[in-house]
């Protein structure tokens, strides 16, 4: 079982990276949905900090996987059109985006409202903005509407992958699965 990619298949690495990557990313979007709904409260301050920490969680997975793309690139996207190539660079570009945007988006909302940010109670990130209402709300706005953007963004890239793997009965999930 390779750790690296390869030309042809992605690596033990990259594999793990894009799951749990998965993973977190929705269910952080889930988290953040039912969040909104609850009355202030203990709960809901226990799923905020949740949410804060899995948020990092998934910053340094991102950071990570921007780090092993340079040690080990990702083999050639299979495509059968210049505009499914396109449209699959672009959803992959957004989705890397997102991961990256989501959680600073958090931070930043996080401190412009005078919280800080812990991860697990293990150690708390800096204070990369002091407390201002006006940066406060815009960063809560990014951060809604683009987990509610990333829902279809995240359907568009499973879809894809679906149809990859039913039409046209080709390797991209299965690469993605590690499977040969």
């Known amino acids: 079982m390779e750790l ?18 998965a993973l977190l990313f929705i269910g952080l979007i889930a988290l953040g949905i039912y969040m909104g709904d609850l009355p202030k409260g203990p709960e809901k301050l226990e799923l905020y900090n949740l949410h804060k920490s899995l948020g990092i969680g998934l910053l340094a997975l991102m950071v990570l996987r921007l780090i092993w793309l340079k040690v080990s690139p990702n083999p050639s996207q299979i495509s059968y059109s210049k505009f499914e190539h396109i449209l699959g660079h672009a959803v992959k570009g957004i989705l890397y985006l997102a991961m990256l945007m989501m959680p600073i988006s958090g931070w930043i909302m996080s401190n412009s409202g005078g919280h800080e940010v812990a991860f697990f109670d293990l150690f708390v990130l800096p204070t990369i903005v002091g407390e201002n209402e006006m940066l406060h709300e815009i960063a809560e706005e990014i951060h809604e509407i683009g987990g509610y953007a990333m829902i279809a963004v995240i359907a568009l890239h499973i879809a894809g992958a679906l149809k990859h793997h039913i039409v046209y009965k080709d390797e991209t999930l299965k690469r993605m699965l590690g499977k040969k």
Not at 4 to 21: D, P
């Open 4 to 21: 690296k990619n390869g030309i042809n298949s992605y690596g033990l690495v990259s594999r793990a990276n894009h799951w749990i990557s």
